[in-house]
């Protein structure tokens, strides 16, 4: 154990836990992306008609409900992964930052940063903004203390109606809004992100270097237009409550 503390506080160390869980976090990203995509489910039947809409609700809501209940203790454990993946990116993040503050030369009138330390800087920023928008989408739709009405709404099924929470939710242009920026941020984060963490990894190949670079643009890219799809379908009048 005490080798591996030893390992995590040395620069390549920090590194290396954040790239594990840097990893872990992007998976959790991308699965939870692909089930909130259920929203449009159904949504191109008829021209957003009522069957539409209802087979759209259902899909949202029915797989709310399996993780909600059939798969909990499945649920839980990727919880608890996910919380320590955090907070060792959160340590991490914190060791990387004032290694780098030390190694700092001293002295100058002008202070010249070098890229690394400009980058490191521009991935704590946006790594902050996004811990901000993490916190509030919990207290929004996971806990409902930011969204009482919303959250009590169930379906005719007696489901938590996941579907219309997250609709109403962002007919507000404010959260829409901050949903859109934060993950905006998030896409700069991972694209700088998840192409250093295969580096990191010592996963690199002259041939095949540029294109592990890209990688990250990729994977951010990829992630920004999913996630900002839902708010915006909404905001368009694209995606509509159903039922309420
Ligand atoms: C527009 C994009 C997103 C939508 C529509 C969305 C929607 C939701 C909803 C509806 C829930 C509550 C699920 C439930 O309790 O039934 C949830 C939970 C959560 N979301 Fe998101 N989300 C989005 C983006 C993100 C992003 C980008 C992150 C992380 C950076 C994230 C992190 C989480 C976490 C950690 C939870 C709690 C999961 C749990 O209960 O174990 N979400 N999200």
Avoid: C
Avoid at 81 to 94: C, D, E, K, Q
Avoid at 133 to 159: I, N, Q, W
Avoid at 194 to 203: F, H, K
Avoid at 210 to 238: C, D, E, Q, Y
């Amino acid at each position: 154990m005490n080798w591996f503390l030893n390992f995590a506080k040395s620069s390549i160390g920090a590194k290396f836990v954040m790239a594990i869980t840097g990893f872990m976090m992007i998976g959790f990203v991308v699965a939870h992306m692909a089930g909130n995509l259920q929203i449009f489910a159904g949504q191109e039947v008829a021209e957003h008609t009522e069957t539409g809409l209802i087979a759209a609700r259902e899909a949202l809501n029915a797989y709310g409900f399996k993780l909600q209940n059939d798969l909990k203790p499945l649920v839980w454990v990727l919880r608890l992964g996910l919380l320590g993946a955090f907070l060792g990116h959160m340590a991490g993040a914190y060791r990387v930052v004032t290694l780098n503050q030390k190694a700092r030369p001293r002295g100058y009138v002008v202070t010249r940063h070098q890229a690394s330390t400009s980058m490191s800087r521009y991935m704590a920023w946006t790594g902050v903004v996004i811990l901000v928008f993490v916190l509030v989408h919990l207290a929004h739709f996971t806990l409902g203390v930011l969204s009482h009405d919303t959250y009590a709404l169930t379906d005719p099924e007696g489901r938590h109606d996941v579907y219309n929470m997250v609709v109403l939710g962002f007919q507000n242009k404010a959260y829409a809004g901050f949903y859109i920026f934060a993950q905006a941020l998030l896409g700069l984060h991972l694209g700088h992100g998840a192409s250093s963490w295969l580096q990191t990894l010592g996963i690199f190949h002259k041939k095949y270097n540029p294109l592990i670079r890209s990688l990250g643009g990729v994977v951010g890219t990829i992630i920004f237009l999913g996630n900002i799809s839902i708010p915006l379908a909404v905001l368009l009048g694209i995606v509509k409550a159903s039922g309420v």
